[in-house]
């Protein structure tokens, strides 16, 4: 059967940037089917040739390295242009007659939710009285992403989640989040459960903490009309830094499927240890760069973080009383996401650290999710030549080196498992409401009389004091093995 993947709020930024580059792509690759018809929809008066026209521009800009016109030209003859309102039912009647006059004309359909969060309500609504939902096997498979912010808190998640089931099943509904299309995130599965070596030491016995950097050197840019409303928590926490966490976290799944792996992911959200409000300043930072309340769109005296460290706990077998740290923030000194697995001492030290001969240092595992991705592995090396010296060293792999230079963009995983019908990499239900609990629950304390203040940092440094002291607190240090040069050598 065709299939048609329908933009709705086509005329946008995410188009334009990611989801026409992606599709592109995965055409370039010949992992598109021929027949498969891209159409976007929305109320700027484009015609078919001025959308093509624009999208051509972007892809060129965006991925100039991949940009070839030929491929572009047979690529665009699936491309399509519906002007439309969100809002009218008439209009989406005109996108079914229009989608029944396409040569190989499609029967399946992938709805993209690429407007405004406000709109998915309304666009819901309409493509269920304009019976585009409903599935069977003659009219082929009805199916809806549905882009973040998926809500702004636990309730609003929870109205949203509603509205889709009211005329969805679940297995129709793909909410993304981009982090999970990253190369470097979907591998930190095949590490832990592809390989027979790290699985064993993965546990309270071995591991003294970990950390979760999430660090930005961008800040709020043209988006701070959203960013301003939302914050870091928001829009990093509820979503990315708590997927690479339940991705760490999580037990061995049954089978690499879906549910198995989405189980495994509540569980660990359930297992989350609440931060009461009384403890808010301890076991949370939150900072806003200087010069964030200039930026325009953002309102003067605003109290939004730009940044946000945690200290959590997760109260089952495997992590009973192991601190993982977790931190993310705008303006910061460079991009860089990492998790560091950091294992415990060797529990005696038979080498001389009295003389300082010898490092006082720990094992630890580091997973680069970008720029540099890769994986670099710390342990102890004699020093040649010089009696019994040790030091640490690296052993280290990048993508670069082992597989070439160009990783694809999440989204272009992400768009062919929609169209494939695979659901690994989405977010189900329960695991955006167990999350969201999470960060309401934090941000009750931030509105408590308990509430930490709102540190200010430079723009360009690594974000607010109060973080080193609350990963200093109990003698440890915030890790950045990925950038190369060893921010932290201390061990
Ligand atoms: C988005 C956030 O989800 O992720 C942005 O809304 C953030 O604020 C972006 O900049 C970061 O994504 P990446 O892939 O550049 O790390």
């Known amino acids: 059967m065709n299939t048609a993947f329908i933009i709705f709020g086509a005329s946008g930024d995410l188009t334009a940037r990611k989801l026409i580059p992606a599709m592109y792509n995965n055409y ?38 991949q940009f070839d016109i030929k491929i572009w030209d047979e690529f665009a003859r699936h491309v399509h242009y519906q002007v439309g309102d969100i809002d009218n039912i008439n209009d989406y009647r005109s996108l079914v007659h229009r989608m029944s006059l396409l040569e190989d004309h ?37 199916r809806i992403v549905v882009e973040k912010p998926f809500g702004n808190d636990l309730a609003s998640a929870i109205a949203i989640n509603n509205e889709l089931h009211g005329v969805l099943d679940e297995r129709q509904i793909y909410r993304i989040d981009h982090y999970l299309g990253k190369e470097t995130v979907q591998n930190v599965l095949v590490l832990r459960f592809g390989n027979a070596i790290f699985e064993p030491l993965w546990n309270r016995n ?12 961008v800040g709020v840019e043209h988006r701070a009309g959203y960013f301003d409303q939302t914050g870091t928590l928001r829009d990093m926490f509820q979503n990315h830094l708590l997927q690479l966490l339940m991705l760490v976290a999580k037990e061995p799944p049954v089978a690499f499927e879906a549910d198995a792996l989405h189980n495994e992911k ?26 964030y309340c200039s930026a325009e769109g953002v309102r003067q005296n605003s109290a939004t973080e730009t940044y946000a460290a945690i200290q959590v706990y997760i109260d089952n077998w495997r992590w009973q009383g192991v601190p993982f740290y977790l931190r993310s923030g705008k303006n910061l000194k460079e991009k860089s996401s990492e998790i560091t697995i950091q294992f ?22 580091s997973i680069c999710i970008q720029p540099d991705e890769g994986i670099h592995l710390r342990f102890a090396a004699k020093v040649p030549d010089l009696g019994l010296q040790t030091r640490p060293v690296d052993m280290d792999f990048h ?36 999350s969201w609990k999470i960060i309401d629950s934090i941000r ?14 430079q723009p360009g440094s690594w974000g607010p004091e109060a973080a080193n002291t609350l990963i200093g607190r109990e003698g440890r240090w915030w890790i950045q093995d990925c950038r190369g040069e060893g921010q932290s050598d201390r061990s």
Do not use: C
């Not at 498969?36 to 484009?46: A, D, E, L, M, T």
């Not at 071995?206 to 050197?217: C, L, N, R």
């Open 444 to 457: 009750s304390g931030w509105e408590s009389e308990y509430a930490p203040p709102l540190f200010r940092y």
């Open 28 to 65: 370039r690759k010949k992992r598109l089917p021929e027949t498969v018809q891209i159409i976007g929809f929305s109320r700027s008066p484009y015609t078919d040739d001025s959308f093509r026209e624009k999208m051509k521009e972007a892809v060129a800009a965006f991925i100039p390295e």
């Open 106 to 142: 499609p029967s399946n359909m992938l709805f993209y939710l690429a407007t405004a969060p406000g709109l998915y309500s309304k666009v819901i609504g309409r493509l269920h009285e304009a019976s585009m939902t409903v599935e069977s096997d003659q009219s082929g498979f009805r």
């Open 344 to 365: 415990r001492r060797p529990p005696t030290q038979i080498f001389d650290v009295a003389s300082g001969k010898t490092e006082l240092f720990t094992n630890r595992l």
């Open 206 to 217: 071995y591991i003294d903490h970990i950390q979760i950097t999430v660090a930005e050197s």
């Open 399 to 434: 993508y670069r080196d082992s597989f070439g230079s160009n990783l694809p963009e999440a989204y272009e995983r992400l768009l062919l498992d929609a169209l494939l019908g695979d659901k690994s990499l989405f977010a189900r239900s329960d695991v955006i409401e167990h």
């Open 266 to 291: 509540v569980k660990v959200l359930r297992a989350i240890r609440e931060i009461p409000a009384e403890y808010s300043s301890r076991y949370s930072v939150r900072g806003q760069y200087d010069g």
